[in-house]
């Protein structure tokens, strides 16, 4: 039978990178292939490549024997291959369902017709095992759900390969959970998926074979039975990888943030407690149950009531306000809140404190030279590849805007650091990188509100644990305390 895909020396040349650098590689019908590198070794410019986003400067590609030389992602869809991108690509301002029809010929019988469109939806809901409001407007869903958007609009196109480009960054573990139940009845069903992601925990519940790339090259394909989390950290990133956060017992010093009785509507309901200097205080909780509202009032960008104390003085309410009294804030989403994908690095790298010294120049522009060094000490320090201070974010590969974001939010020296999802999207080297760099911070002390929707990184990291449920803090507990079973528990609401 012929293989589902086959790519023969893939090669693409970007200005700075060789991105990808003759990937061959292929996929059999009836398997999911994860597809895993450090940030920026190539995986999504691969993927654009097959889905017919951007043409290869050199290489072949097969589909299911047949040669495959696409144009556009029409050329992709038509071929049976269907993508759901590391950043979703629907309109916001229309409802699922036409968003599913959008962009299918004109002329094709689907096109006009909404309720043939929503029979053929409603079936394919039913078979797979999951709802999505087909009336709703996309900008209203949570993520999880747009997600689940995505997957049913390739299907509706009939793909038989998905490719799923981190797929799970924004999701709950639930989520993830039925995410995986689908894939593998998927291609139980004789079809193919290509699953990226950074959880190589995942990776191995649910891949058959895995590719590891480095530096736009394969270094190995391995049979998911026969290796293990680290043989492919080690894989990856060409060294040991420490999995585990090491740090001492916290000694938190003074109140560095109060609240109490603090309300955001649509979800925060009054919630109250306190971050110290020197102690990272994690919100664990299932998204959706106010963290967002939580932490957009911290940060001055939603209104709230209640008491909000930061040093000791009411917090202002304005993001300049707060980030002037020393609050630091990695935003939830990077691409919306963390950077200006058409700045360049040097100017993100200032983003926020253009306007006070050392970076407020001559007649209140910016100073250049000041802007420039401190994106060169960023760059560097966080590892940014590749290394340039001119290069638009928009250039920079996921992880590494990711990296952009939290390395200039800590060496700003907050007092205050507000991370949400700060290791979302980046690699098992820069997770060890950015959770080593929060301790040293913290020993320092800077006081830290971690909030994740990634357990494994509220155990590793928090000095103590507040869960989240229905807009209220419902449960402290310790690390130690803190199984996952009893997180768990907390989290679905059960307090008994
Ligand atoms: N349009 C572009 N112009 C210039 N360079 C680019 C462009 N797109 C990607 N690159 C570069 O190509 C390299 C590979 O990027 P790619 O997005 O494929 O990485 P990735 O493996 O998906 O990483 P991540 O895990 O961070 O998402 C990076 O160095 C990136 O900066
Ligand atoms: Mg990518």
């Known amino acids: 039978m012929a293989k589902a895909l086959v790519l023969k020396e893939i090669t693409k040349r970007f200005p700075l990178v060789l991105a990808n650098d003759r990937i061959s590689l292929d996929l059999e019908w009836g398997e999911v292939l994860a597809l895993v590198g450090e940030n920026g070794a190539g995986k999504s410019t691969l993927m654009k490549i097959v889905y017919g986003l951007q043409p290869p400067d050199a290489g072949e590609m097969w589909v299911d024997g047949k040669p495959y030389r696409p144009q556009s992602p029409l050329d992709a869809i038509r071929a049976g291959i269907g993508m759901v991108h590391q950043h979703f690509m629907l309109v916001e301002p229309f409802t699922v369902l036409e968003n599913l029809v959008l962009g299918l010929e004109p002329g094709s019988p689907l096109f006009l017709d909404l309720e043939a469109a929503r029979r053929k939806a409603t079936a394919l809901m039913e078979a797979l095992g999951f709802e999505v409001p087909l009336d709703e407007r996309v900008e209203n869903l949570p993520v999880g759900l747009q997600q689940r958007v ?51 925990k995942e990776v191995l519940a649910v891949s058959d074979r895995v590719t590891v790339i480095r530096d736009g090259k394969v270094v190995g394909t391995v049979r998911t039975r026969e290796t293990s989390l680290e043989a492919l950290a080690r894989m990856m990133v060409g060294r040991e990888v420490v999995l585990r956060v090491e740090k001492t017992p916290a000694r938190p010093g003074e109140v560095v943030l109060e609240v109490e009785g603090l309300e955001a509507p649509p979800r925060l309901k009054g919630v109250s407690f306190q971050v110290r200097s020197g102690e990272i205080v994690g919100i664990a ?15 001055g960008l939603r209104p709230f009531r209640g008491k909000a104390l930061l040093l000791g003085r009411p917090l202002p309410a304005s993001a300049r306000g707060v980030r002037d009294l020393g609050a630091s804030h990695v935003p939830e989403d990077r691409l919306v809140r963390g950077l200006v994908l058409d700045f360049s690095v040097k100017e993100n790298a200032v983003l926020g404190d253009q306007h006070r010294p050392p970076f407020r120049g001559f007649l209140g522009f910016l100073d250049d030279r000041a802007a420039e060094a401190h994106a060169r000490t960023l760059v560097e320090a966080y590892d940014v590849r590749p290394r340039s201070t001119a290069l638009s974010a928009r250039r920079f590969s996921g992880g590494n805007q990711q990296k952009i974001v939290v390395g200039r939010e800590l060496l700003r020296g907050p007092r205050l650091l507000v991370a949400a999802q700060p290791t979302r999207g980046v690699d098992v080297g820069a997770i060890e990188f950015i959770h080593k760099e929060l301790v040293k911070a913290r020993d320092q002390g800077l006081a830290v509100l971690l909030v994740s929707a990634d357990l494994s990184e509220i155990l590793a990291l928090s000095d103590r644990i507040l869960v989240m449920h229905g807009g209220r803090i419902v449960g402290e507990l310790t690390p130690e305390e803190a199984t996952e079973e009893r997180l768990g528990l907390l989290m679905a609401g059960v307090t008994a």
């Open 150 to 200: 995505e997957i049913l609009k390739a299907l509706y196109r009939e793909a038989r390969i998905l490719i799923l480009d981190e797929p799970t960054a924004v999701l709950t573990p639930q989520e993830a959970e039925e995410l995986f139940r689908f894939l593998r009845e998927y291609v139980a069903r004789g079809n193919a998926a290509i699953f990226i992601s950074h959880k190589l």
């Open 285 to 299: 909780g299932v998204e959706g149950n106010g963290q967002t509202e939580l932490v957009e009032a911290l940060t």
